[in-house]
Protein backbone atom coordinates (compact mmCIF):
# COMPACT_ATOMS: atom_id res chain seq x y z
CA UNK A 1 0.00 0.00 0.00
CA UNK A 2 1.30 3.62 -0.84
CA UNK A 3 2.34 5.84 1.90
CA UNK A 4 2.94 8.55 -0.33
CA UNK A 5 0.74 10.22 -2.87
CA UNK A 6 3.99 11.77 -4.57
CA UNK A 7 8.02 10.37 -4.01
CA UNK A 8 10.53 13.07 -5.47
CA UNK A 9 13.15 10.34 -6.23
CA UNK A 10 16.98 11.20 -6.94
CA UNK A 11 17.31 14.44 -6.46
CA UNK A 12 19.89 16.64 -4.72
CA UNK A 13 18.09 18.11 -1.54
CA UNK A 14 19.43 21.07 0.44
CA UNK A 15 17.52 21.66 3.58
CA UNK A 16 19.60 24.11 5.83
CA UNK A 17 16.94 23.86 8.46
CA UNK A 18 18.07 19.90 9.30
CA UNK A 19 21.55 20.19 7.89
CA UNK A 20 20.41 18.39 4.97
CA UNK A 21 23.13 18.83 1.48
CA UNK A 22 23.05 15.73 -0.67
CA UNK A 23 20.73 13.08 -2.43
CA UNK A 24 17.84 12.28 -1.23
CA UNK A 25 14.20 11.26 -1.69
CA UNK A 26 11.14 13.26 -0.64
CA UNK A 27 7.76 11.81 0.24
CA UNK A 28 4.88 13.60 0.42
CA UNK A 29 1.67 12.56 1.60
CA UNK A 30 -1.31 14.42 1.60
CA UNK A 31 -0.15 18.60 2.86
CA UNK A 32 2.18 17.25 4.34
CA UNK A 33 6.04 16.19 4.13
CA UNK A 34 5.75 12.74 5.50
CA UNK A 35 9.55 11.70 4.80
CA UNK A 36 13.40 12.91 3.40
CA UNK A 37 15.60 9.48 3.30
CA UNK A 38 17.81 7.52 0.80
CA UNK A 39 16.39 5.67 -1.14
CA UNK A 40 12.55 5.78 -0.63
CA UNK A 41 11.00 2.87 -2.34
CA UNK A 42 9.31 3.75 -5.89
CA UNK A 43 6.12 1.30 -4.44
CA UNK A 44 5.77 3.45 -1.73
CA UNK A 45 4.21 5.80 -3.82
CA UNK A 46 1.43 7.11 -6.26
CA UNK A 47 2.91 9.22 -8.47
CA UNK A 48 7.10 9.02 -8.86
CA UNK A 49 8.50 11.99 -10.01
CA UNK A 50 11.75 12.05 -11.25
CA UNK A 51 13.95 14.77 -10.03
CA UNK A 52 17.50 13.40 -10.39
CA UNK A 53 20.07 15.56 -11.55
CA UNK A 54 18.30 18.55 -9.82
CA UNK A 55 17.85 20.28 -6.63
CA UNK A 56 15.06 19.83 -4.28
CA UNK A 57 14.56 22.74 -1.47
CA UNK A 58 11.77 23.93 0.52
CA UNK A 59 9.62 25.96 -0.82
CA UNK A 60 11.16 29.24 -1.60
CA UNK A 61 10.28 32.54 1.26
CA UNK A 62 9.85 35.84 -0.50
CA UNK A 63 9.92 38.67 2.15
CA UNK A 64 9.66 41.28 -0.26
CA UNK A 65 7.58 41.24 -3.10
CA UNK A 66 4.51 43.96 -4.23
CA UNK A 67 0.97 42.46 -4.48
CA UNK A 68 -1.14 44.66 -3.63
CA UNK A 69 -1.56 48.68 -3.48
CA UNK A 70 1.51 49.90 -5.57
CA UNK A 71 1.02 50.52 -9.00
CA UNK A 72 3.43 47.76 -10.02
CA UNK A 73 1.62 45.40 -7.79
CA UNK A 74 1.48 41.67 -9.18
CA UNK A 75 -1.18 38.41 -8.30
CA UNK A 76 0.90 36.39 -6.25
CA UNK A 77 0.66 33.26 -8.21
CA UNK A 78 1.74 34.92 -11.04
CA UNK A 79 4.87 36.48 -9.76
CA UNK A 80 5.70 33.65 -7.27
CA UNK A 81 5.07 30.10 -8.89
CA UNK A 82 7.33 30.22 -11.98
CA UNK A 83 10.30 30.67 -9.11
CA UNK A 84 9.96 28.14 -6.70
CA UNK A 85 8.39 30.69 -4.13
CA UNK A 86 5.72 29.05 -2.23
CA UNK A 87 5.47 32.16 0.66
CA UNK A 88 5.55 35.64 -0.57
CA UNK A 89 5.74 38.54 2.04
CA UNK A 90 3.75 41.81 0.75
CA UNK A 91 6.02 44.15 1.51
CA UNK A 92 3.87 47.34 2.99
CA UNK A 93 1.12 47.51 0.20
CA UNK A 94 -1.50 47.48 2.95
CA UNK A 95 -1.84 49.77 5.79
CA UNK A 96 -4.56 49.62 8.49
CA UNK A 97 -7.24 51.16 6.31
CA UNK A 98 -6.94 49.22 3.76
CA UNK A 99 -6.03 45.56 5.17
CA UNK A 100 -9.36 44.11 4.60
CA UNK A 101 -9.32 44.25 1.04
CA UNK A 102 -5.99 43.28 0.77
CA UNK A 103 -7.25 40.13 2.64
CA UNK A 104 -9.76 39.70 0.87
CA UNK A 105 -8.45 40.71 -2.69
CA UNK A 106 -4.80 38.90 -2.49
CA UNK A 107 -4.55 36.86 0.65
CA UNK A 108 -7.86 35.02 0.39
CA UNK A 109 -7.23 34.48 -3.69
CA UNK A 110 -4.07 33.16 -3.74
CA UNK A 111 -2.43 29.43 -3.71
CA UNK A 112 0.40 31.47 -2.54
CA UNK A 113 0.77 31.62 1.10
CA UNK A 114 0.77 35.09 1.73
CA UNK A 115 1.87 37.39 4.81
CA UNK A 116 2.21 41.09 4.95
CA UNK A 117 3.73 44.23 6.06
CA UNK A 118 1.41 46.73 7.07
CA UNK A 119 2.40 49.72 6.06
CA UNK A 120 3.40 52.63 8.99
CA UNK A 121 0.49 54.60 6.31
CA UNK A 122 -2.87 53.79 7.26
CA UNK A 123 -3.49 54.32 2.94
CA UNK A 124 -0.93 51.86 2.36
CA UNK A 125 1.97 52.38 -0.93
CA UNK A 126 -0.38 54.40 -2.96
CA UNK A 127 0.29 57.52 -4.59
CA UNK A 128 1.85 60.45 -2.07
CA UNK A 129 0.23 58.94 0.39
CA UNK A 130 3.86 57.47 2.16
CA UNK A 131 4.11 61.49 2.50
CA UNK A 132 1.39 61.88 4.61
CA UNK A 133 2.89 62.24 8.57
CA UNK A 134 -0.52 62.68 10.06
CA UNK A 135 -1.18 59.41 8.74
CA UNK A 136 1.20 57.65 10.27
CA UNK A 137 -0.25 56.03 13.40
CA UNK A 138 1.71 53.72 15.40
CA UNK A 139 -1.40 52.83 17.75
CA UNK A 140 -3.68 52.01 15.25
CA UNK A 141 -1.16 50.15 13.00
CA UNK A 142 0.15 47.86 15.67
CA UNK A 143 -3.90 47.15 17.06
CA UNK A 144 -4.47 45.64 13.36
CA UNK A 145 -1.48 43.78 12.71
CA UNK A 146 -1.97 42.18 16.80
CA UNK A 147 -5.54 41.56 15.61
CA UNK A 148 -4.43 39.43 12.47
CA UNK A 149 -1.29 38.07 13.47
CA UNK A 150 -2.19 35.46 11.28
CA UNK A 151 -1.24 37.39 7.85
CA UNK A 152 0.85 40.39 9.05
CA UNK A 153 4.16 39.64 10.12
CA UNK A 154 5.24 43.42 11.20
CA UNK A 155 5.55 47.16 10.04
CA UNK A 156 6.84 48.82 6.41
CA UNK A 157 8.34 51.96 6.58
CA UNK A 158 8.79 53.45 3.11
CA UNK A 159 9.79 56.08 0.30
CA UNK A 160 9.46 59.59 3.21
CA UNK A 161 10.89 62.07 1.68
CA UNK A 162 10.25 64.50 4.62
CA UNK A 163 13.59 65.61 6.73
CA UNK A 164 12.59 64.23 10.15
CA UNK A 165 12.62 61.08 11.43
CA UNK A 166 8.01 60.37 12.01
CA UNK A 167 8.29 57.89 10.03
CA UNK A 168 10.51 55.17 11.01
CA UNK A 169 10.35 56.56 15.02
CA UNK A 170 6.28 55.41 14.51
CA UNK A 171 7.40 52.35 12.06
CA UNK A 172 9.50 51.31 15.10
CA UNK A 173 7.13 52.08 17.83
CA UNK A 174 3.68 50.05 15.83
CA UNK A 175 6.91 47.25 15.31
CA UNK A 176 7.37 47.09 19.58
CA UNK A 177 3.54 47.75 20.07
CA UNK A 178 2.67 44.91 18.10
CA UNK A 179 5.84 42.52 19.43
CA UNK A 180 7.01 42.52 15.50
CA UNK A 181 9.23 44.19 13.90
CA UNK A 182 10.26 47.12 11.21
CA UNK A 183 11.91 46.83 7.77
CA UNK A 184 12.71 50.35 6.15
CA UNK A 185 13.01 51.52 2.87
CA UNK A 186 14.72 54.90 2.95
CA UNK A 187 17.37 56.88 1.62
CA UNK A 188 19.31 58.96 4.23
CA UNK A 189 19.41 62.74 4.21
CA UNK A 190 21.55 65.15 5.90
CA UNK A 191 18.59 66.06 8.72
CA UNK A 192 18.24 61.88 9.25
CA UNK A 193 21.80 60.25 8.49
CA UNK A 194 21.28 56.44 8.07
CA UNK A 195 24.39 55.84 10.71
CA UNK A 196 21.90 57.60 13.80
CA UNK A 197 18.81 55.78 12.22
CA UNK A 198 20.87 52.08 12.40
CA UNK A 199 22.70 52.74 15.78
CA UNK A 200 20.23 54.85 17.16
CA UNK A 201 16.51 54.24 16.10
CA UNK A 202 15.66 50.74 15.20
CA UNK A 203 15.61 48.19 17.90
CA UNK A 204 17.42 44.80 17.40
CA UNK A 205 14.93 42.38 14.94
CA UNK A 206 14.52 45.46 12.52
CA UNK A 207 15.59 45.46 9.37
CA UNK A 208 16.48 47.54 6.24
CA UNK A 209 16.08 46.00 2.71
CA UNK A 210 17.56 47.21 -0.54
CA UNK A 211 20.62 46.77 1.40
CA UNK A 212 23.26 46.76 -2.03
CA UNK A 213 21.17 49.71 -3.35
CA UNK A 214 22.39 53.14 -4.28
CA UNK A 215 19.90 55.01 -2.37
CA UNK A 216 21.94 54.23 1.10
CA UNK A 217 25.19 52.78 0.16
CA UNK A 218 26.63 50.15 2.15
CA UNK A 219 30.02 50.68 0.54
CA UNK A 220 32.07 54.02 1.05
CA UNK A 221 34.70 56.30 -1.28
CA UNK A 222 37.39 53.99 0.15
CA UNK A 223 35.69 50.52 -1.07
CA UNK A 224 34.86 49.34 2.46
CA UNK A 225 31.58 48.51 4.04
CA UNK A 226 31.30 51.43 6.70
CA UNK A 227 31.86 51.30 9.95
CA UNK A 228 27.54 51.65 10.95
CA UNK A 229 26.93 48.79 9.24
CA UNK A 230 29.51 46.43 11.15
CA UNK A 231 28.08 48.14 14.37
CA UNK A 232 24.24 47.96 13.61
CA UNK A 233 24.47 44.21 12.42
CA UNK A 234 26.51 43.45 16.11
CA UNK A 235 23.49 44.82 17.73
CA UNK A 236 20.75 42.79 15.86
CA UNK A 237 19.73 45.03 13.23
CA UNK A 238 19.26 42.84 9.78
CA UNK A 239 19.63 43.35 6.06
CA UNK A 240 17.37 42.32 3.30
CA UNK A 241 18.18 42.38 -0.12
CA UNK A 242 15.29 43.76 -2.18
CA UNK A 243 16.42 43.48 -5.47
CA UNK A 244 14.12 45.65 -7.40
CA UNK A 245 14.30 47.97 -10.07
CA UNK A 246 16.51 50.07 -8.83
CA UNK A 247 18.16 48.92 -5.70
CA UNK A 248 20.22 46.18 -6.25
CA UNK A 249 24.34 47.19 -7.58
CA UNK A 250 26.53 44.31 -8.08
CA UNK A 251 29.19 47.56 -7.68
CA UNK A 252 27.85 47.47 -3.93
CA UNK A 253 27.15 43.54 -3.28
CA UNK A 254 30.37 42.45 -4.96
CA UNK A 255 33.01 44.05 -2.20
CA UNK A 256 30.66 43.66 0.47
CA UNK A 257 30.63 39.58 0.32
CA UNK A 258 34.36 39.77 -0.55
CA UNK A 259 33.88 41.90 3.07
CA UNK A 260 32.09 39.46 4.71
CA UNK A 261 28.87 41.58 4.64
CA UNK A 262 26.44 38.98 3.13
CA UNK A 263 22.42 39.43 3.39
CA UNK A 264 20.24 38.35 6.21
CA UNK A 265 17.81 37.60 3.12
CA UNK A 266 17.55 37.12 -0.54
CA UNK A 267 14.34 38.53 -1.80
CA UNK A 268 13.03 40.42 -5.09
CA UNK A 269 11.25 43.42 -4.40
CA UNK A 270 9.11 42.04 -7.44
CA UNK A 271 6.51 43.83 -9.20
CA UNK A 272 5.56 44.74 -12.76
CA UNK A 273 8.90 46.77 -13.87
CA UNK A 274 11.44 44.62 -11.83
CA UNK A 275 10.39 41.48 -13.00
CA UNK A 276 11.00 42.47 -16.89
CA UNK A 277 13.95 45.38 -17.04
CA UNK A 278 16.10 43.10 -13.78
CA UNK A 279 14.72 40.13 -13.72
CA UNK A 280 14.58 40.46 -10.30
CA UNK A 281 12.67 36.82 -9.73
CA UNK A 282 13.34 34.78 -6.99
CA UNK A 283 15.52 32.08 -8.82
CA UNK A 284 17.48 34.79 -10.88
CA UNK A 285 17.99 36.75 -7.67
CA UNK A 286 19.18 33.74 -6.06
CA UNK A 287 21.35 33.14 -9.20
CA UNK A 288 23.27 36.21 -8.99
CA UNK A 289 24.44 35.01 -5.42
CA UNK A 290 25.96 32.05 -6.45
CA UNK A 291 27.56 33.85 -9.17
CA UNK A 292 29.16 36.53 -7.00
CA UNK A 293 30.94 33.13 -5.44
CA UNK A 294 28.04 32.17 -2.24
CA UNK A 295 28.20 28.61 -1.65
CA UNK A 296 24.29 27.30 -2.58
CA UNK A 297 23.54 26.38 0.78
CA UNK A 298 24.26 29.29 1.70
CA UNK A 299 21.75 31.08 -0.82
CA UNK A 300 19.38 28.65 -0.49
CA UNK A 301 19.42 28.94 3.46
CA UNK A 302 19.13 32.74 2.78
CA UNK A 303 15.64 32.09 1.03
CA UNK A 304 14.12 29.97 3.00
CA UNK A 305 14.81 29.21 6.73
CA UNK A 306 16.26 32.99 7.32
CA UNK A 307 13.40 34.77 6.49
CA UNK A 308 10.88 31.94 7.86
CA UNK A 309 12.83 32.33 10.87
CA UNK A 310 12.48 36.28 10.96
CA UNK A 311 8.75 36.42 9.91
CA UNK A 312 8.64 33.80 13.15
CA UNK A 313 7.47 31.14 10.82
CA UNK A 314 9.37 28.65 11.56
CA UNK A 315 6.76 25.63 10.35
CA UNK A 316 7.91 26.69 6.88
CA UNK A 317 11.15 27.31 4.93
CA UNK A 318 11.45 23.62 5.52
CA UNK A 319 11.11 19.85 5.07
CA UNK A 320 10.90 18.57 8.42
CA UNK A 321 8.54 16.14 7.99
CA UNK A 322 5.28 17.33 9.34
CA UNK A 323 5.69 20.68 7.73
CA UNK A 324 3.10 21.96 5.01
CA UNK A 325 4.54 20.25 1.72
CA UNK A 326 6.43 23.28 -0.19
CA UNK A 327 9.14 22.06 -1.90
CA UNK A 328 10.99 23.96 -5.05
CA UNK A 329 12.97 21.62 -7.39
CA UNK A 330 15.86 23.83 -8.90
CA UNK A 331 18.10 23.26 -11.92
CA UNK A 332 21.20 25.18 -12.50
CA UNK A 333 21.19 25.33 -16.20
CA UNK A 334 24.48 24.96 -17.25
CA UNK A 335 24.59 27.30 -19.90
CA UNK A 336 26.90 30.75 -20.41
CA UNK A 337 24.29 33.84 -18.61
CA UNK A 338 23.96 37.32 -18.26
CA UNK A 339 23.10 38.62 -14.90
CA UNK A 340 21.68 42.11 -14.82
CA UNK A 341 21.95 44.25 -11.35
CA UNK A 342 19.95 47.55 -11.32
CA UNK A 343 20.37 51.04 -10.06
CA UNK A 344 20.50 54.66 -10.60
CA UNK A 345 23.96 54.40 -12.76
CA UNK A 346 22.16 51.78 -15.37
CA UNK A 347 21.34 48.34 -15.79
CA UNK A 348 24.97 45.68 -15.88
CA UNK A 349 25.40 42.28 -15.64
CA UNK A 350 27.50 39.61 -14.42
CA UNK A 351 28.68 36.91 -16.67
CA UNK A 352 27.84 33.21 -15.29
CA UNK A 353 28.20 29.71 -16.31
CA UNK A 354 25.03 28.95 -14.91
CA UNK A 355 21.56 30.01 -13.67
CA UNK A 356 18.88 28.27 -11.86
CA UNK A 357 15.63 27.68 -13.41
CA UNK A 358 12.70 26.32 -11.52
CA UNK A 359 11.62 22.81 -12.91
CA UNK A 360 8.44 22.63 -9.94
CA UNK A 361 6.66 24.39 -7.62
CA UNK A 362 4.79 22.11 -5.16
CA UNK A 363 2.84 23.93 -2.33
CA UNK A 364 1.13 21.81 0.33
CA UNK A 365 1.14 18.89 -1.56
CA UNK A 366 -0.16 19.94 -4.76
CA UNK A 367 1.97 20.84 -8.05
CA UNK A 368 1.42 24.21 -9.15
CA UNK A 369 4.74 24.95 -11.69
CA UNK A 370 5.79 21.79 -13.61
CA UNK A 371 8.43 23.48 -16.24
CA UNK A 372 9.19 20.33 -18.21
CA UNK A 373 5.96 18.01 -17.10
CA UNK A 374 7.80 15.85 -14.75
CA UNK A 375 5.00 14.92 -12.63
CA UNK A 376 2.75 14.16 -16.14
CA UNK A 377 2.51 11.42 -18.07
CA UNK A 378 3.41 11.12 -21.87
CA UNK A 379 0.76 12.25 -24.20
CA UNK A 380 0.65 8.42 -25.64
CA UNK A 381 -1.03 7.40 -22.57
CA UNK A 382 -3.79 9.16 -22.98
CA UNK A 383 -7.08 7.10 -21.85
CA UNK A 384 -9.61 6.76 -24.69
CA UNK A 385 -13.04 8.30 -24.46
CA UNK A 386 -16.07 7.98 -27.03
CA UNK A 387 -14.95 10.62 -28.98
CA UNK A 388 -17.81 10.10 -31.63
CA UNK A 389 -20.22 12.24 -29.27
CA UNK A 390 -23.00 13.99 -32.13
ZN1 LIG B 1 9.48 47.13 -2.44
Redesign the pocket.
Known amino acids: MPRYDKLLKGGHVIDPANGINGKMDVGIAGRSIAAVAEDIPAESANRVIDVSGWYVTPGLVDM?A?SFGFSGAMFPDEMCLPYGVTTMVD??GPGWRTFDDFNRNVVQKANVRVFGFLNIVGAGMVGDAEQVVADMDAELTAECISGRGDVLVGVKV?HFLGPGWESVDRGVEAARLSGTFCLI?QNAKPTRPFSEMLLEHMNPGDGV?HCYGYGKPMIGNDGKVKPHYIEARNRGIKFDV?H?NNSFSFSMAVPALEQGFPPDTIST?M?RMSMSTSRATMTEVMSKFLAMGMPIEDVVARSTVAPAEWIRRPDIGTLTPGAPADVAVLELVDRPAGLSDSGPLGYRIMKAPHRLNCQLTIKDGNVLWDYDGSSKDDWSETPKTDLDIP
Open positions: HHCGADTGGDH
